[in-house]
């Protein structure tokens, strides 16, 4: 009797040693919806970490090692990671790279100097993160068929709380007159958000953060927010402030709280996805409030 239960007692405990299943993400907010799907079954290095600027990141000769080491490559794709094709070279990488967005339907730039023609910041977009957290599960139940279940089931729970972020984020858009919805922010990172909550952005700078803004777009920006009565401006973690400031001032508008466009932040209530969701909403909306 004693022989039975302790190997019942070994079996029990066998998924937990397991080694842990070890994968990639190429930046911070995708990061954090791999580990949600992916639990503690999963071992997760992380490359463009928090408050950093995956457009223009340079890896360094640690994260070729880091990537090297793991079976599964998160990627947004969508044109986000152009140093991607490299960095695989460099780690001479015989992982699997999964594409987040496969399925969904991108949104074309607005100017389309910069070579790509689709918006990579699909994240902001509660709707197709489901389709994208989806793909997760998928991904790391094909590499882990034994956690088939434990991914789909933490993807549903996951995918409950996108659902409540969704219904929470339209009540507050909804409590701001629609003629007031238009915002200003300093790179063009919030198409997506906008499309699905009917708000009119305008950007300073393109959808990369490595294009500039001319003097005569600043210029021609400014007059239309004088004229608007665009009060609702904002600065993003990852860009310059020098240029919304410079908005600012010549405005006479003072810039709302911090956006959260392309990377998380190091503190805890906007360091990962929801929290930092539910920061840009509730700054959005207080910020368009103040139009005129
Ligand atoms: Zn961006």
Request: some cysteine.
């Amino acid at each position: 009797m004693k022989k039975w239960l302790l190997l019942l007692s070994a079996l029990l405990c066998l998924p937990a040693l397991a080694a842990p299943l070890p994968v990639a993400a190429s930046f911070s907010i995708l990061g954090d919806l791999v580990q949600n799907v992916g639990g503690e079954r999963i071992q997760l290095v992380t490359l463009v970490g928090p408050e950093q600027d995956a457009h223009i990141f340079q890896p360094t000769p640690a994260d070729v090692q880091k990537l090297g080491g793991t079976r599964l490559f998160f990627i947004n794709g969508l044109g986000f990671e152009g140093w991607q094709k490299r960095l695989q070279q460099a780690s001479n990488y015989r992982g699997k790279v999964i594409t987040v967005t496969q399925g969904i339907s991108p949104l074309a730039m607005k100017d389309e100097q910069h070579g790509h023609s689709l918006d990579p910041h699909a994240w902001q977009d509660p709707v197709r993160v489901q389709q994208m957290v989806k793909n997760i599960a998928e991904a790391l139940s094909t590499a882990d068929p034994a956690g088939a279940a434990d991914y789909q089931a933490r993807a549903a729970s996951y995918s409950k709380k996108i659902d409540q972020l969704m219904a929470w984020a339209q009540q507050e858009v909804a409590s701001v007159p629609p003629g007031k919805r238009v915002v200003l922010t300093s790179h063009d990172a919030f198409a997506y958000l906008g499309q699905r909550f009917g708000i009119r952005l305008i950007s300073p700078q393109g959808v990369s953060t490595e294009s500039e803004a001319s003097a005569k777009d600043v210029a021609r920006l400014i007059r239309q927010m004088k004229k608007e009565g665009i009060r609702a401006l904002f600065m993003e973690n990852i860009s310059n402030p020098k240029l919304i400031e410079q908005i600012a001032r010549e405005t006479g508008t003072q810039p709302g709280a911090k956006l959260y466009s392309d990377a998380l932040s190091r503190d805890a209530a906007t360091g990962n996805y929801l929290g930092m969701y539910r920061h840009n909403i509730g700054a959005l909306v207080a910020g368009m409030k103040e139009n005129k």
